[in-house]
């Protein structure tokens, strides 16, 4: 599956974003999917992971309450809605997808989006 990110951009502090990730062919409601994200200098993390139906979803605790992941399968699209954000939210973010269950961590994706980029300002 081939997958392309949108929606970075630049905000203030308690704003939101919605990212999207379009994917290509006709199984991707089979694959389970991931938000991960990077900042400079740092590992890239988990964020959210959604599972092929939509049934399943699990955050890391840094944006438990604050982001939600959903997918559109009819569109093969995945959403991460990122409200109060904050600077530390600062980061490239990645979509990532995998056949079958999801997981948690990076290796465990083969197919990933190019990135986009969403700053925080304070």
């Known amino acids: 599956v081939q997958l392309q990110a949108s929606g970075g951009g630049l905000v203030q502090a308690g704003g939101s974003l919605r990212l999207s990730c379009a994917g290509s062919?006709?199984?991707?409601?089979?694959?389970?999917m991931g938000w991960f994200r990077q900042a400079p200098g740092k590992e890239r993390e988990f964020v959210a992971a959604?599972?092929?139906?939509?049934?399943?979803?699990y955050y890391a605790d840094s944006v438990k309450g604050r982001f939600t992941i959903s997918r559109d399968n009819a569109k093969n699209t995945v959403y991460l809605q990122m409200n109060s954000l904050k600077p530390e939210d600062t980061a490239v973010y990645y979509c990532?997808?995998?056949?079958?269950?999801?997981?948690?961590?990076?290796?465990?994706?083969?197919?990933w989006g190019q990135g986009t980029q969403v700053t925080v300002s304070s």
């Open positions: 062919g006709r199984t991707f409601s089979r694959y389970a």
């Open positions: 959604i599972s092929g139906g939509g049934g399943s979803t």
């Open positions: 990532a997808g995998r056949w079958g269950d999801y997981g948690m961590v990076s290796s465990e994706y083969a197919y």
